[in-house]
């Protein structure tokens, strides 16, 4: 019998009760584990009221305070590490030392959270005008929403409540219905952290949920990361209800590959950032631009045989490459792009769709796959297809090569192979991409950095972690004082200036 999951409201597990429930499935073996309830927006608007009344205290807690909350939340995450990383293989399907990547990438966000008090410092000029003193403070919002993808189930979360809770805001998480454990997990280890109850509430749901959070009049900003579709949606419906919003959306990332570059390194390198995780990376590489004919020779000489010798396997077997993909929709959306990309004209060099594993037949596996002569007219170029498999586009020029990424409707990431500064230079400063590789194949930007793609890859001004975060999580306050010793002065009918 599958498990009942809850949700997570002022430090308390909370039964659903929409009767609303969505299956949660282990992709290895394509059995429901558990059911996630999901919520309606009476319970949705219930849970705000919660972190609502969690808030002034909060705010009010000094920054010192909280940052030994976050100190204690990375502790516990850090010795709950193996759990977490077990639930999130059983229910995502990456495999384990994936899974503790997810979930250290997240650990990363809370450290640069635990500098709170500096990050979240005024600034102050004194004697801006005579007797006068002004400065400014960061404070918090108020209360907050995240949304999820199912592909980061520990560090997505973890990077918008990390900064958010961290700057005195209270935070209600809706994680991906598809994986909502480790959420959850990370929900009752902020309270064990001694953050007050209410600071952190997770609620599981789908469209009614997300609904409700565009629309609660007490939510004052949404932080979104999935498709670009629901992420435009997420945008438009949380700015037209006077909310801060950012909203990332979906990727297709590029890797040009240049004459000069060491062909090891990169097919090395495409193997780990095409594959890795399924493909199921909004940073993973899902193109190949070799630049010249010879170039393209080169790599599909040295590709062809390390996608044919991809390990797939279970995601808990320490010798898998990558796992499952995430349920059975998503391996048939996938599929059906390869069908698709055969039917456009491109050669399938390596076809993983028949892949089966033996013991696992009801696993949502699929084989590398491998597809070449992909044109940028073909509908499987220019969408995202989000699975294991790797699409060389050939170019004839560098000019060729960089207009393909800086002409996709997406601008995640993007890397270049190469042992030329002067082209890398170049490359870094023309592509229309937000997050740039040299050499480098998953440009991740880290936790004091930010994180945050072009064009239909995020939508908004503000990207996520990083100072950026702590931007987008407060507000500004600016505050002109003087105290005047005896001196009367008359009205003044002029704005005051410096001159
Ligand atoms: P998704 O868009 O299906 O779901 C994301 C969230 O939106 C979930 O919480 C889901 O419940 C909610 N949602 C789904 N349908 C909705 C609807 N119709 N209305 C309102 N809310 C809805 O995305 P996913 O499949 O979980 O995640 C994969 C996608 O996320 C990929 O496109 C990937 O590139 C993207 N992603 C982007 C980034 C980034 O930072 N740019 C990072 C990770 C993943």
Known sequence: MAKELTHFIGGKHVRGTSGRFLDVTNPNTGEITARTPLAS???????????????????????QRRARVMFEFKRLVEA??????????????????????????????????CGIPHLQKGEFTEGAGPGIDMYSMRQPLGVVAGITPFNFPAMIPMWMFGVA??????????????????????????????????????VNGDKEAVDAILTDPVIQAVSFVGSSDIAHYVYANAAANGKRVQAMGGAKNHAIIMPDADMDHVVNDLIG?????????????????????????????????????LKVGISTAADSDYGPLVSKAHLEKVKGYIDLAVKEGA???VDGRDFKLQGYENGFFLGGSLLDHVTPEMKNYRDEIFGPVLSIVRA??????????????YGNGVA??????????????????????????????LAYHTFGGWKRSAFGDTNQHGTEGVKFWTKVKTVTSRWPTGVKEGSSFVIPTMS
């Not at 598809?178 to 953050?195: C, Y």
């Not at 594959?275 to 590709?303: D, H, N, Q």
């Not at 590789?437 to 998953?442: L, R």
């Open 347 to 349: 050669d399938l060099l």
């Open 416 to 445: 270049i192979f190469t042992r030329d500064g002067d082209t890398a230079r170049s490359f870094a400063s023309r592509v229309q991409v937000g997050m740039v590789g040299v050499n480098v194949p998953i440009p991740v930007p």
């Open 41 to 63: 927006a009476g319970e949705l608007h219930a849970a705000v009221e919660v972190a609502a009344k969690a808030f002034p205290g909060w705010a009010a807690t000094n920054p």
């Open 273 to 309: 950032a095409g594959y890795g995780s399924a493909g199921e990376r909004c940073m993973a590489l899902s193109v190949a631009v070799p630049v010249g004919e010879g170039t393209a020779e080169r790599l599909i000489e040295k590709l062809v045989p390390r996608v044919r010798a």
């Open 80 to 113: 709950n590490m193996d759990e977490l990383a077990a639930m999130l293989s059983a229910e995502h399907g990456k495999v384990l030392a994936d899974s503790r990547g997810d979930v250290q990438r997240g650990i990363e966000v809370i450290e640069f959270a």
């Open 165 to 202: 809770i961290a700057c005195g805001n209270t935070f209600i998480l809706k994680p991906s219905e598809k994986d909502p454990s480790v959420p959850m997990r990370l929900g009752e280890l902020m309270m064990e952290a001694g953050a007050p109850e209410g600071v952190l509430n997770v």
């Open 396 to 409: 004839k020029t560098f000019e060729d090569a960089i207009e393909l990424p800086t002409k996709h409707q």
